[in-house]
């Protein structure tokens, strides 16, 4: 990331990055993706040992933002703990069902890591976690006696989950591993898991919205480290804090902290409780399916999904523009595409549905009962000069479906999502 280029096509390529930011995180259902960084009003306050943490050289926010876009760490292994706390309602145990079956993967294999490292999204997990370079990495999730591991070892990509004993494997061709190209059979960092995953997430997008400093040092996972704290500088968005510990010799962030402006627990947090930067053994990427285990192959149900009318090799359906805001199409099928409204930490995705798949709670909509009382759960109806819709709500971020079929998602409060569908009118 250059967070100081002003030029024209750097200001072009950071728009880029946010839109693809903005569309990986609502795969994930992962809230980062919503918030901005203003590298451009990046203050510059030196960091100031507090009493019991490393005393370390003065540094910038700036000179700690350079680092951490300059590091190249190649070689790790180590224990993360994950905690997502968005305030979903206690469903026994629903809710994970519900985020997985989201993006519900090849032929339903609960070895297809597209869906199993969904459950990231709720609750505490434990990661190990290993890389060898860009063409070797482990990411194995940890559950009482079980675990479930995606293995990136050159073309190969396998996720194994040992409670069914299934296998799911592709190639990193056929996955856009090497492009970035395509969302199937995910290799591990396709898939936020460590901090660094986090802070990119946040650091690729910049404006005049944040405040950026350096707010002392701490020890993390046994290593010296400065904290990175980034805050809104607008109202209306449900984002308190953002805390980002920076390895003061490496650069690589070990820890990643959100706090929602509510207060309370942190809605994400993320952090080494061990890491070591010497290189793995080469048998930690090596992977053999077990016996009798049943394994699914990308390959195979890409082509027996073939001759299903999706165009030419599998393409989405063909945009058309439609008339209305800059930025908005529509589908030839007649869902209108993507737009946002707003900047910065206050920005609002916009989608025309043109009434369909409305949850229950908007007007005329049926469905799974499960799925309807889950929703329902964290529905508020609302009224304003657009018509009326439900807001569904989490500790950051919160989305307005209307009654016409029109959805309204960000991370911002209720009030806002309104006024928005008020003014989009």
Request: glycine share 12%; aromatic share 4%; net charge negative.
């Amino acid at each position: 990331m250059a967070p100081y280029e002003s030029d024209d096509s750097a200001r072009a390529a950071e728009a880029d990055d946010r839109l693809a930011g903005r569309r990986k995180a609502a795969r994930y259902v992962v809230p980062v993706a919503v918030v901005g960084v203003a590298a451009a009003t990046i203050g510059l306050v030196p960091a100031l040992a507090d009493s019991g943490d490393p005393d370390l050289p003065k540094v910038t926010a700036q000179q700690l933002i350079e680092k951490i876009a300059k590091s190249d760490v190649q070689q790790l292994s180590g224990t993360v703990k994950i905690s997502t706390d968005l305030g979903l309602p206690d469903l026994g145990g629903l809710e994970s069902g519900l985020l997985s079956g989201v993006a519900k993967g090849h032929g339903d294999s609960s070895a297809d890591p597209q869906s199993k490292l969904l459950e990231l999204a709720s609750g505490t997990h434990t990661l190990r976690v290993a890389a060898d370079g860009p063409d070797r990495g482990k990411v194995s999730l940890l559950d009482n006696a079980a675990e479930y591991s995606v293995i990136h070892n050159g073309k190969d990509v396998w996720g194994y989950d040992s409670k069914s004993n299934e296998v799911f494997h592709s190639t990193s061709a056929e996955s856009g591993h090497a492009d970035g190209g395509k969302d199937e059979g995910k290799a591990p960092r396709d898939v936020p898991a460590t901090p660094k995953d986090f802070a990119d997430e946040v650091l690729k997008s910049v404006d005049d919205t944040t405040s950026v400093t350096v707010d002392g040092t701490a020890h993390v996972a046994g290593r010296d480290a400065y904290k990175l704290v980034v805050k809104p500088r607008q109202s209306g968005t449900t984002v308190g804090a953002i805390s980002i510990a920076v390895d003061a010799k490496t650069g690589l962030p070990l820890k990643f902290t959100l706090t929602p402006a509510a207060g309370g627990a942190a809605v994400v947090d993320a952090g080494f409780t061990q890491v070591d930067f010497s290189r793995p053994a080469a048998s930690t990427f090596s992977f053999t399916p077990p016996k009798g285990a049943k394994v699914t192959e990308g390959d195979d149900l890409k082509a027996a999904k073939g001759d299903e009318p999706k165009g030419p090799r599998g393409a989405e359906p063909k945009r058309v523009e439609k008339g209305g805001p800059k930025g908005h199409e529509e589908t030839a099928d007649g869902l209108g595409g993507p737009k946002t409204i707003g900047k910065g930490w206050n920005s609002i995705i916009v989608l025309d549905t043109g009434g369909k798949g409305v949850p229950s709670g908007a007007s005329g909509s049926t469905g799974n009962s499960d799925v309807d009382g889950f929703l329902n759960s964290l529905g508020d109806h609302v009224k304003g000069t657009f018509g009326s819709g439900t807001v569904y709500s989490t500790r950051l971020v919160n989305a307005l479906i209307t009654d016409d079929g029109k959805v309204y998602a960000g991370a911002v409060t209720k009030a806002a999502l309104v006024k928005a569908a008020n003014a989009d009118r």
